[in-house]
């Protein structure tokens, strides 16, 4: 039963509305750093792939890490010639510090970020996004060490790879396969409450984002690729490892000491399907089972520790009767927190009194165990006693148990939590200034605090015809639905009606939190690259 729980920040997962409307779905970023001969190339085998398989309107953005080369040229040239493709330009290098540049301001649902080499084959990208369109997951991440992937590299990086993923399941008990592929994607939701709880803003920012979203219980999908390594990837080994390892230890050490606000990532009460009323199914029975036993176990041992003791200066009866006293109150308190979830000191005193009941059947059952042996046995042995009160004792539990959950602690539909997940209004989801458009004709500078102003980044897109300009996006509306050729009328461009899945009261919930600004560090850490 829980009786104080607090609500989540997040709000419940919902299937994106499928339909015609105008702000992109999928917004992919493409941090980059020197790779002006590379970039092209990449962007518009993209670019190709997702007009023709991706059903949903979508952006490419480029993010370049302060490039010292022609890269930022290339990057404003696609964006000219392709409507699809906006460019932001950052001062300060760092993965991470992209990533989370580009996400805060984006306003796409779903968003994510391959590596520029393309090493993951792209027929992976629309099963990496599915669930997060749909609602079943919250993150999604490309492994190249499940057991469907298919992957070619040198023996060298394939160790330091399995390594590394050993260490974060022995250190951080990590449940995810594969924490460095480029290959990822979130929920915009989710990413506006985690983004701000990760700190690091080079390549350890992926391993840092999935280990809070595990640990805050969100769910993650993966998704076996296909992977051919790049020969001439510029990433530093060494230094890169040193980095994560270091990350590691900070990470570990602010879960150790609850440090990091988790409870921010939470679900509200009645989205995980353990909170619902099923019929014929006790709801929390196998956890509180469970619960039960571990403290009825350490109960019985504390019981008989203080049988022991009594018995020394008393007799069987006495002895009994004050060991199951002392050990039925902590049993009860024990119970009543970590069996039952009940907190406070509400209605303690009547737990207490009806503990105190299903203790006077616990001594009932074990004295006249004992009552017994004696009108059998004479005098019987200590171990023999022992061995009457053990048995009597699991008898008595199970009815212990079955009285604590349908007389003492019952769940009641009305002591529970209610929360009402409120929905947004149109006017308070429109476009605000930290928010770039594909679609604006103009370049575009985000309002960032004076000492981030360095790594403000910059969004060049080109300009869309006047007819072409679509309405924002709004959670209470459609997702925008691109237009596919049909195969079998030439040129004709049909459009496939989904009805996904919605609200029960029919309007779309969107709980996110404000747009927050972003936190770029003054100094750079070091980037690998």
Same mark, same amino acid.
């Given at each position: ?67 010292? #080369? ?46 520029? #080499? ?59 396969? %594969? ?20 700190? #690091? ?24 690729? %296909? ?84 018995? &020394?200066?008393?007799?069987? &009866? ?35 009194? &009806? ?175």
């Amino acid at each position: 039963m829980r009786t104080d729980p607090s609500p989540g920040a997040l709000p419940a997962r919902e299937h994106l509305p499928a339909g015609n409307a105008g702000t992109p779905v999928l917004d992919v970023v493409v941090p980059v750093y020197n790779e002006e001969k590379d970039l092209e190339p990449c962007v518009r085998r993209l670019r190709e792939h997702l007009a023709r398989t991706f059903p949903y309107a979508f952006r490419i953005t480029v993010a370049d890490n302060a490039s010292t #080369d022609g890269t930022s040229q290339v990057a404003a040239r696609l964006a000219a010639q392709l409507p699809e493709v906006t460019t932001c330009r950052l001062e300060q290098k760092g993965r991470g510090r992209a990533l989370r540049t580009v996400w805060s301001a984006s306003e796409a649902p779903v968003l994510a970020y391959m590596d520029v #080499d393309l090493s993951t084959d792209l027929n992976a990208l629309l099963p990496l996004v599915a669930p997060l369109i749909s609602g079943h997951s919250d993150l999604a991440i490309g492994s190249r060490l499940a057991r469907a992937s298919r992957v070619v590299r040198g023996p060298k990086r394939e160790f330091i790879s399995r390594a590394y993923n050993l260490i974060l399941r022995g250190s951080l008990q990590a449940r995810f396969s %594969d924490a460095q592929c480029g290959f990822k994607a979130i929920r915009r939701d989710v990413a506006q409450v985690l983004l701000p709880l990760v700190e #690091d803003t080079g390549w350890f920012f992926d391993t840092e984002m999935l280990v809070l979203a595990e640990r805050a219980g969100l769910r993650i999908h993966e998704v076996p690729v %296909d992977w051919v390594d790049d020969p001439d990837s510029t990433v530093h080994i060494v230094r890169t490892a040193t980095d994560d390892l270091k990350g590691v230890w900070r990470v570990g050490r602010a879960l150790a000491t609850g440090s990091l606000p988790l409870d921010r990532l939470a679900r509200p009460f009645g989205d995980d399907p353990r909170d619902r009323e099923i019929q014929d199914v006790p709801r929390g029975l196998a956890r509180q089972l469970v619960g039960f036993c571990v403290v009825g176990g350490l109960s019985t041992l504390f019981y008989l520790l203080l049988y022991s003791t009594f018995r &020394q200066f008393s007799g069987s &009866q006495v002895a009994n009767a004050l060991a199951l006293l002392v050990s039925a109150v902590a049993n009860t308190a024990a119970n009543r927190r970590l069996t039952f979830g009940v907190r406070g000191r509400g209605g303690a005193v009547q737990h207490q009194a &009806q503990g105190l009941v299903v203790f006077a059947i616990g001594l009932a059952l074990t004295s006249g165990s004992l009552a017994a042996l004696n009108a059998a046995g004479g005098s019987p042995a200590h171990s023999t006693e022992l061995a009457v009160l053990i048995a009597a004792n699991l008898a008595a539990t199970v009815l212990r148990f079955l009285l604590f959950r349908a007389w003492v602690f019952p769940d009641r539909p009305e002591d529970g939590p209610h929360f009402t997940v409120a929905a947004h209004s149109p006017s308070a989801l429109a476009p605000s200034a930290c928010s770039p458009s594909p679609y604006a004709p103009s370049a575009y500078t985000p309002s960032t605090p004076a000492r981030a102003s360095a790594s403000s980044p910059t969004y060049a897109t080109a300009s869309a015809p006047a007819h072409a300009t679509p309405a924002p996006y709004r959670p209470d509306g459609p997702l925008p639905r691109r237009p596919l050729p049909h195969p079998a009328y030439g040129h004709h461009e049909t459009t496939a009606q989904v009805r996904a899945g919605e609200a029960a009261d029919g309007t779309w919930r969107d709980g996110t939190l404000p747009l927050q600004p972003v936190r770029p560090h003054d100094t750079d850490p070091g980037d690998p690259r």
